[in-house]
């Protein structure tokens, strides 16, 4: 069963600390890794996707990386307005079977950033 | 931000009672999906759609009914709502095909809709 486990799960920075949420996953045959931003009330939002050992992609404070066993968002100088839940998600290759091309998400990171 | 539109924003309902729930794109995408999302537990795949009229279950499926005429609408139907389905339910698109290599499988996210079952 495909797993996804996100820490911590909640955190609170101050404004200009630079830090790093975490996404470990167990998936066999990894599609795809997501990170999704969310703000209370509203859907989650796409940010990145990663889909092999290596690759990295940024987005002006947010930078994300991933290993085979895990990923990392990092944040960059934040802002009071990066405050939201980080969500990661993981996609299982299209042959597992059981709704195989939905995403299997986390439970997220909340994080405050304090001005 | 992706054309996805959600119907009702808010629904207030009473055990027993059906419930359909309509999600609607403007992308022409093939790819739809049901989720909701709990407390504790995360979003969780219900249903999803990979054309008109072809649909299979998620993670979630018991109590939860879809359907997709047409390439733009995906219903959710709760046939006898229960308090354990009180929840928000978000719909989600993908222009992914069965034919790519695996690089265009983001999925887009509705704006929600949150449903109280009393």
């Known amino acids: 069963e495909d797993q996804v486990t996100q820490s911590p799960e909640a955190l609170r920075l101050q404004e200009g600390e630079s830090s790093s949420l975490n996404c470990s996953y167990t998936v066999s045959g990894l599609r795809g890794l997501f990170w999704y931003r969310q703000d209370p009330g509203k859907g989650p939002e796409f940010l990145f996707t990663?889909?092999?050992a290596g690759e990295e992609k940024e987005k002006e404070r947010l930078k994300a990386t991933l290993t085979k066993k895990e990923s990392f968002l990092h944040i960059t100088a934040p802002k009071p307005e990066d405050s939201a839940t980080y969500l990661c998600?993981?996609?299982?290759?299209?042959?597992?079977?059981?709704?195989?091309?939905?995403?299997?998400f986390g439970k997220g990171t909340h994080l405050i950033i304090q001005p | 931000d992706a054309g996805i539109t959600q119907s009702p924003r808010h629904k207030v309902t009473e055990t027993g009672t059906p419930v359909t729930l309509r999600c609607h794109q403007t992308e022409n995408h093939r790819y739809m999906y049901w989720y909701r999302q709990d407390p504790g537990h995360g979003l969780r795949l219900i249903h999803y759609s990979y054309g008109v009229k072809d649909t299979d279950k998620g993670e979630v499926s018991d109590g939860y009914s879809v359907s997709r005429s047409k390439t733009e609408d995906f219903l959710l139907t709760l046939e006898s709502a229960t308090s354990s389905q009180t929840s928000v339910y978000f719909c989600?698109?993908?222009?992914?095909?069965?034919?790519?290599?695996?690089?265009?499988?983001?999925?887009?996210f509705g704006p929600g809709t949150r449903l109280t079952v009393l």
């Open positions: 989600a698109i993908s222009s992914a095909t069965p034919w790519t290599g695996g690089t265009d499988n983001e999925q887009f």
């Open positions: 998600a993981v996609q299982a290759p299209v042959y597992s079977g059981g709704g195989a091309d939905g995403l299997t």
């Open positions: 990663l889909y092999s």
